[in-house]
């Protein structure tokens, strides 16, 4: 009887060393620094952010574009800031590639999408393309950053950016669609800017954000920022003049608070914006000159907090991959 509990205790004791050298590990990569893998959770990871993670390096390099949507021309800038917001997050760099490179190709079309394409049979027996929301996940890369793929495209062209360019076509029941960095951010824009809620934006004047309605909005902002939680915006400057940016800084500087987003328009830079306290009130006027010809760049804007929803599902797959990658 007495033989077994050696080999007992020794099964023990290598489980229990097992056990602290997993809580013990820490991760650090292009995103997180020495996230410690005892305790894990989604606070956790957002304390360990990298102070470079949401650096400029790191912005999609392409301006936002016009499309033709089949109702009015759109600029891309809402599938532009969400496909960038979410890349900050879910996009791991320099790091040893998981999978094929053509499975990195449609899963990171599919994370800029937002949405699956499947096939559907119609009541008169056809098949059509219909799309469901997609879930999210974290993806390893070996190239430095899609800037850099960018800027070496002639020189690798087989890098991430001229990859995401030329595509694929995906085949189903007989209906070709081609899945491509413009194509698929177009489809993206078109999700996000068609949605009732949307209406509340481009109604009525901009002094319907009132001073009360400016400081909850910079409140949120404030709290979301210093958590390191990045903030899809609206600016409204008028019926027919939205455009939407993603909040990365918020620094008080006494009479106001300088905001800097990561703004399509002039993705190389990170721009800045301002809520002046004395009239509770947004300004842009850098940002507002590039999207205007004329008028007062300096006017008070509309703004509004979006998709604050789709931070959820960031923070899933986050947790997901750290629990994974501690794991082994």
Same mark, same amino acid.
């Given at each position: ?6 080999? =007992? ?107 699956? /394409? ?42 991430? /950016? ?31 800017? /068609? ?16 001073? =009360? ?55 190389? =830079? ?59």
């Amino acid at each position: 009887m007495k033989k077994w509990i050696p080999a =007992v205790l020794i099964s023990i004791t290598s489980f229990h060393h097992r056990t602290l050298a997993a809580e013990a590990k820490s991760i650090s990569d292009s995103f997180v620094k020495q996230l410690s893998c005892q305790n894990l959770t989604v606070d956790s990871i957002y304390q360990a952010i990298q102070p470079t993670a949401f650096h400029r390096y790191f912005h999609i390099p392409v301006a936002n574009w016009k499309f033709h949507s089949g109702g009015p021309t759109l600029g891309v800038c809402w599938g532009l800031s969400s496909a960038q917001r979410k890349m900050f997050y879910l996009a791991r760099f320099d790091e040893k590639e998981e999978l094929s490179r053509s499975d990195l190709l449609r899963k990171t079309l599919t994370m800029f999408r937002g949405a699956e /394409f499947t096939a559907q049979q119609s009541g008169n027996g056809q098949a059509r393309m219909i799309q469901t929301p997609a879930t999210l996940e974290v993806l390893k890369y070996s190239d430095r950053s899609l800037m850099s793929s960018w800027a070496l495209e002639e020189r690798k062209p087989d890098g991430l /950016f001229p990859m995401l360019n030329r595509g694929y076509k995906e085949t189903i029941n007989g209906a070709a669609t081609w899945m491509t960095f413009k194509l698929d951010l177009e489809r993206s824009q078109q999700q996000h800017f /068609f949605r009732g809620g949307n209406l509340k934006m481009i109604a009525g004047d901009t002094a319907d954000r009132s001073s =009360v309605e400016n400081l909850l909005t910079v409140t949120q902002l404030e709290k979301n920022l210093k958590a390191k939680r990045l903030t899809m915006m609206v600016l409204r400057g008028g019926t027919t003049t939205q455009h939407v940016v993603v909040a990365k800084e918020i620094i008080d500087m006494g009479k106001y608070f300088l905001i800097m987003v990561y703004d399509s328009n002039n993705p190389l =830079v990170d721009m800045p914006m301002y809520y002046q306290k004395s009239t509770q009130s947004f300004h842009a006027p850098a940002i507002m000159s590039i999207l205007e010809k004329s008028g007062d760049h300096g006017r008070p804007l509309g703004v509004f907090i979006v998709d604050e929803d789709e931070q959820v599902s960031i923070d899933a797959a986050l947790l997901k991959y750290y629990k994974a990658e501690c794991a082994k």
